[in-house]
């Protein structure tokens, strides 16, 4: 029987109001890293998640479901919460025993009343979290708007890592707005992409983008915040290693835009558990 390392395990809640895309994007985590071979669907009834003959006939998860996903020699151990409230016992216990949290929220609705209910256990249990602002390609889906409700309605301390390229029918991609890298991709639902320069147009808001994330990140380093106050040059790696400590210190929560139907940012924020959870 082979040894587990704690350092490389990954305990992570999905946690949001109904209908914003956890099960969705479970699914998508798994078809990723070939643990199933096409995506369900909830209108399908066919989803890993929702197994029960109850959560098929009614398309909503009812109790919590875990998933053991592998990724980069990682084992990320997922929990799929319902996001109704008639639940809101199985969202908490999987808030108390996950080691940390990925937050949706609709593009389309921003934060609902139950975003702000199962935050209350992220506060209540200091959980590290993720803010994914899901389906991005849907009509009437805005980034800004969403998280700006988030940084209003739930924590200021909500900075974006990736921001869009496009929204609605045109939303492609997302830029890394730390290591100034594109990733555009296909909208066909497979986990590939391409790896680019950021787009011309979008060269400012990344720049302001990425000096807001700097300003928040080095909080959670002393020597640091004093380096960048004193206007040093900090190379990205190190920015990368403050990074993972502020999350970890809940001293920022990265926000990343993506569609789980589309497969678009999943596999940016896969790599964002593993980095820095």
Known sequence: MGTRKPEDSRSIALISHGGAGKTSLNETFMFNTGLVSRMGKIEDKNTASDFDSEEQKRGISISTSLATVPYRNKTLFVLDTPGFADFVGEQRSAMRVADGAVVLVNATAGVEVQTQSVWAFAETFETPAIFFISKLDKEHANFDSALKDIQENITEKAVPLF?????????????????????TYKGDGSKDFKEEDVPA?????????????????????????????????????????????????RVIFPVIPGSTTANIGVMQLMDMIVDYM
């Open 163 to 183: 921001i869009p390229i496009g929204s609605e029918v045109n939303f492609k991609g997302l830029v890394n707005v730390l290591t100034g890298r594109a990733y």
């Open 201 to 249: 147009d979008m060269a400012d808001a990344v720049s302001a983008a990425r000096e807001t994330l700097i300003e928040r990140a080095v909080e959670a380093d002393d020597d640091m915040m004093m380096r960048y106050l004193d206007g040093e040059e900090i190379t990205t790696d190190e920015l990368l290693a403050v990074l993972r400590k502020a999350v970890c210190s």
